[in-house]
């Protein structure tokens, strides 16, 4: 989208000249603003960081899940000056995009399956703090999290076999399938971009009197 306002901005006010809009694979979207102010209101008129779009944008449509990642000025003559707003977030009032889910060739990754991890990417809109105790919604077992079946809406790659545990005297062996090997995340916006990894899984004990048959 683009649009062109013809005239000169009054004092303490911004004239929108332009705002385009890009997408990345993983749904997030960035949004950038093109304003002209007076140079004299360049402190008032910028913008702190995390400021929501429908806060700050002159724009008709106004975007409540998008917020100010980055800001820069350039000067113009006639004590003018153009400020470029970026803004990341979501256009949409409500929901999620899918998860983009990643199957990455591991060498001796594979216990009933190939050797490969599974990395999915994705947007939450949970605090850090809510995240990292819910993780990618697996279902927790001690310090075991077991793979989700989905992730907003996309599908995982289902376990080569169905976990399962056996044992006697000296021993035992567990095969829990794919779990969660590590999570991460970064604030961008109103979002936490998020990534997890899953991998086979596996346990197993033997006493010194030897394994059980």
Do not use: W
Not at 39 to 62: C, I, N, V
């Amino acid at each position: 989208m683009s649009a062109v306002i013809v005239g000169s901005p009054s004092s303490g006010s911004k004239v929108l000249r332009r705002a385009d809009f890009t997408t990345e694979r993983n749904g997030l979207e960035t949004l950038n603003e093109i304003y002209t102010i007076r140079t004299t209101d360049r402190r008032t008129l910028q913008p702190s960081f995390g400021t929501l779009h429908s806060a700050y944008s002159t724009a008709s449509t106004k975007f409540a899940r998008m917020a100010v990642e980055n800001f820069s000025f350039r000067e113009q003559d006639g004590d003018l000056t153009e400020i470029n707003v970026t803004y990341v977030g979501l256009t949409s009032s409500a929901g999620l995009p899918p998860a983009l889910v990643r199957l990455i060739p591991t060498p001796d990754a594979g216990i009933n399956g190939p050797d490969m991890v599974i990395e999915a990417e994705f947007l939450t809109e949970k605090s850090e703090t809510e995240f990292l105790d819910a993780g990618a919604g697996g279902l927790k077992n001690g310090s075991i999290i077991y793979i989700p079946e989905s992730i907003n809406g996309t599908k995982l790659p289902s376990n080569p076999r169905p976990p399962f545990r056996f044992g006697g005297y000296g021993g035992y062996y567990a095969y829990f399938g794919y779990t969660q090997q590590s999570l991460a995340c970064e604030k961008r916006g109103t979002m936490l971009v998020a990534k997890a990894v899953f991998a086979e899984e596996d346990a197993q004990s033997f006493s010194i009197a030897g394994p059980f048959q």
